[in-house]
């Protein structure tokens, strides 16, 4: 059974850091482009960055540029969101997704056939 297991999420002080892990079973995340996308209450879900199979690349949202990394560790077969700088604007519920057709990653919701139940992320004072 294919299965994406997120975990990290919280409340963080603005100005905090938070790493958000992604854990997949079943299949080997490597050979999938993988995508980071949020939703805050009453908001449509947002993309915020991805990376293509095999690391091929990795692409963020204007709104994150510079603030989040994304990474994978292949032994552990999980792909990792580091955030830092955390603004209250960045709260939300946050998916991991994985595409497995495209090698490039999407920057919409549509490509990705697997996803995530989802971690809260809380950034207030």
């Known amino acids: 059974q294919l299965q994406l297991v997120e975990s990290g999420g919280g409340l963080v002080q603005p100005g905090g850091s938070l790493r958000l892990s992604c854990a997949a079973s079943?299949?080997?995340?490597?050979?999938?482009?993988i995508g980071w996308f949020r939703q805050a209450p009453g908001k449509e879900r947002e993309w915020v960055s991805c990376i293509g199979s095999s690391s091929w690349s990795t692409v963020y949202a204007d709104s994150v540029k510079g603030r989040f990394t994304m990474s994978r560790d292949n032994p552990k077969n999980t792909v990792y969101l580091q955030m830092n700088s955390l603004k209250p604007e960045d709260t939300g519920v946050y998916y991991c997704?994985?595409?497995?057709?495209?090698?490039?990653?999407?920057?919409?919701?549509?490509?990705?056939?697997?996803w995530g139940q989802g971690t809260q992320v809380t950034v207030s004072s």
């Open positions: 079943g299949f080997t995340l490597d050979y999938y482009a």
């Open positions: 997704a994985a595409d497995p057709t495209h090698r490039f990653c999407a920057v919409v919701p549509g490509p990705y056939d697997y």
